[in-house]
């Protein structure tokens, strides 16, 4: 895959941004968009982010030549994003195996709590919460292990996020998956842009839910379904 700009002095970002524009595809920053890097475009990535880093630390007045904290934070800075909270942006999506429901299971399970940990794309704070999945499968429906679905929860949350997008991008990856009958999903999770910054408010939680198919239908099965959530305080 090549771009206009394949030229050795053209900063990487601008070629990968090129390649999905040619393409049309958006880059949002909730967005996955591994199928656009070419072979050791991370590593040039992660170059280039060090050196935008270290422009907002000398921006900030932070003497990282005589500090020795501060000495190598743009490099740290530009890993944690790429290699660690945001790889969710940059890596393909877990490969996971797919079994036939065999013993035609219907009834319903539930899977979690799953912690995940992602940041809010208005101020870059972290998001930290916990993630409960229900399916009712039918007989047509694909059968995945448990740790795959925290595998999947993970790489959604792995970008910047906003909690109502990424409960959505979550349940449509999983209907994908499996086509269960029914699919619910509940996040609850504590934005440190409300407690770090802005309102400074330690104690409040967001929650918010996702039901497709009976889950959206059938009133009772969806009390059931929150009725087994662990009470939350």
């Not at 997008?165 to 209907?175: C, P, S």
Request: with cysteine; aromatic share 6%.
């Amino acid at each position: 895959m090549t771009s206009p700009s394949d030229d050795v002095g053209t900063p990487v970002s601008v070629k990968i941004r090129e390649r999905i524009v040619a393409s049309r595809k958006r880059f949002n920053a909730n967005d996955n968009i591994a199928d656009f890097l070419e072979p050791g475009d991370l590593a040039s990535l992660l170059d280039e982010v060090e050196a935008k880093m270290q422009g907002v630390l000398d921006s900030l007045v932070i003497d990282t030549v005589n500090d020795h904290n501060t000495d190598n934070t743009a490099r740290r800075v530009a890993k944690m994003y790429l290699n660690e909270v945001f790889r969710g942006r940059y890596e393909h999506a877990p490969k996971i195996t797919e079994f036939p429901n065999a013993e035609h299971l219907n009834e319903l399970m539930i899977v979690g709590p799953i912690t995940v940990r992602s940041a809010c794309s208005h101020h870059f704070c972290p998001v930290i919460g916990q993630i409960w999945i229900g399916v009712l499968p039918n007989e047509h429906t694909n059968v995945i292990g448990l740790s795959k679905y925290a595998r999947l929860a993970e790489w959604v949350m792995g970008r910047p996020q906003i909690q109502e997008e990424a409960v959505v991008q979550l349940a449509d990856l999983i209907q994908e998956k499996t086509q269960p009958d029914g699919l619910a999903i509940v996040m609850e999770a504590s934005h440190y842009c409300m407690s770090w910054r802005g309102v400074k408010d330690m104690d409040s939680k967001m929650i918010n839910s996702v039901m497709r198919g009976v889950f959206l239908k059938d009133p009772n099965l969806r009390r059931e379904f929150l009725a087994l959530l662990p009470k939350k305080g």
